[in-house]
């Protein structure tokens, strides 16, 4: 799915709805990669009391949290590009058998930007 809509529009909750649909038996997990950290942390708030969800950010992210991941104690991830690209820890953590088995559904926030003269 490709969805290009401006700010308001109520993307974010694309993967709420989407995680809202998987059995309740299987403990999956969605992973968002966004361009800004606050923007994650305001995510992670937003989903207090009903879902588990952690923003990955360089200060965050360590060995501790990467072993929680992989235990299944997270049922969202938000991180940056920044560290889905180039973090031996997190390559780690996101090819291990345990957290593949778990993986329902990976999103970008804001990767793609329109051409200037695109109408949004």
Known sequence: MFLLEGT???????????????????????????????????????K???????NLTNLTFNLQ???????????????SPKIFMNNKLWDQTYFSLEFQERLSLSISNGLAKPRPDTPI
């Open 8 to 46: 308001g529009y109520g993307k974010l909750r694309i993967p709420e709805l989407y995680y809202q649909l998987l059995p309740k038996r299987e403990k999956g997990v969605v992973l968002v990669i966004n361009l800004l950290d606050a923007l994650g942390d305001n995510q992670v708030r937003e």
């Open 48 to 54: 207090e009391g009903k879902f588990s969800a952690i």
């Open 65 to 79: 949290v990467a072993c929680k991941i992989q235990q299944g104690a997270y049922n969202f991830f938000y991180l």
